[in-house]
């Protein structure tokens, strides 16, 4: 009999973002304006080659208007290709 995670997807972020205090500043940093969707990435492409995210990643950085830290991005995908969401 398989197991059922005992909190859903999403809980702990959720929480987080309800005790989080809203705060314009750092609203308007352009890494918590990249966070939802390099979250996103880190869900929809987790064991994918590293190679292979790291452009998404890029991409989703210079949405917001960011340069991207290319050894960070690297780092980044390296962990989503083993499966893990550094932005969890």
Do not use: K
């Not at 452009?55 to 960070?72: I, N």
């Amino acid at each position: 009999m398989a197991r059922r995670p005992l909190f859903r997807p999403g809980l702990q972020e959720g929480l987080l973002d309800l005790l989080r205090p809203a705060s314009a500043r750092l609203a308007a940093q352009p890494g918590e304006r990249a966070r939802p969707g390099l979250a996103e990435v880190a869900r929809e492409w987790a064991g994918r080659p590293a190679a292979e995210v790291r452009p998404v990643l890029e991409e989703v950085v210079r949405s917001v208007g960011a340069t991207p830290d290319l050894a960070a991005l690297t780092e980044f995908a390296e962990r989503i290709e083993a499966g893990e969401d550094p932005f969890a």
